[in-house]
Structures are given as structure tokens and as C-alpha cells.
């Protein structure tokens, strides 16, 4: 009837993989997003460093502070925010689990643990419901 299958001419993009909490997510993927995603918060955190009149301390950074120096800060925040919960929700899946343990994020320290373990993790060889196989989605004909 109408069940779900796996097309094979369609790979999923990069719009997937940053944007959507669809499917499944494999280890390398997962730590690319991460490191991009890093590196693009990284970005504007360093200049906005280097424009301060007096360098602040590790210590003294406050995400307030960094947040209300230039409008465009917080946009970049919650968008970068955003692809991380979907970035975990797919790796979560792949593993799969339920996807509402990426807000397990939110914790601190746990947010630093959660993060890692998704990382090592082994993906789940089987198809599950997230899924047909790993950087997959189940896609309807």
C-alpha cells in the first residue's frame, strides 16, 4: 500500500543533516556537523573577543554579554542551537533511541558527557524506525 521505503537515487543534503531531526545519522557526520557548527559559533565569539577594549578573562566571559553586543549574535546562537538538537536527535535515532533525550542538552555537564558518548557510539547495523540504514530517512513512494 502506501509503506515507507528507501529511495536510492536520493541522498540526504546538507540541508538535512544540519536542519532537520529526520532520520538517522551515522559517527563521521555527526562529528563534521559538530565541528563546523563549533567552528561557526567559534567565529563570531573571536572577534567579538578581539573588539573588546580590555581582552576579558576565560572566567569573566559572560554569555549575556556576548549575546548583547551585536544584534545579530543571538540569531547566530539560536540557529546553531537549533542544528545541534537536530544534529543529536538523528544520532540518537540512529542508536535507536527516542529523540526527546536530546534535551538532555540543556543540562549542564551532562550536555559535555551526552555529546561524547553520542560520538563513540556505534550505529545500530540493522534498519529501525528512524530508518533503512545509517544517513537515512524512511521516505515515501
Not at 515507507?4 to 543533516?17: E, H
Not at 567579538?48 to 554569555?63: D, G, K, R, T
Not at 546562537?77 to 540518537?92: G, S, V
Request: contains cysteine; positive net charge.
Amino acid at each position: 500500500m502506501n509503506t515507507p521505503q528507501q529511495s536510492a537515487n536520493i541522498a540526504p543534503g546538507l540541508f538535512w543533516a544540519f536542519a532537520s531531526p529526520i532520520g538517522r545519522m551515522s559517527r563521521k557526520p555527526y562529528w563534521l556537523c559538530f565541528l563546523s557548527l563549533t567552528l561557526i559559533f567559534a567565529i563570531p565569539l573571536r572577534i567579538w573577543i578581539l573588539s573588546s577594549p580590555v581582552p576579558p578573562e576565560p572566567e569573566a566571559l559572560i554569555a549575556g554579554d556576548y549575546l548583547s553586543s551585536n544584534p545579530l549574535f543571538p540569531i547566530v546562537y539560536f540557529i546553531t542551537q537549533w542544528f545541534i538538537l537536530a544534529i543529536l536527535i538523528k544520532r540518537l535515532q540512529d542508536l535507536g533511541q527516542s529523540g526527546f533525550f536530546a534535551l538532555l542538552v540543556f543540562v549542564p555537564l551532562l550536555d559535555i558527557i551526552m555529546v561524547i558518548a553520542l560520538g563513540l557510539l556505534p550505529s545500530q547495523a540493522a534498519p529501525n524506525r528512524h530508518g533503512p540504514l545509517p544517513n537515512s530517512y524512511w521516505r515515501k513512494r
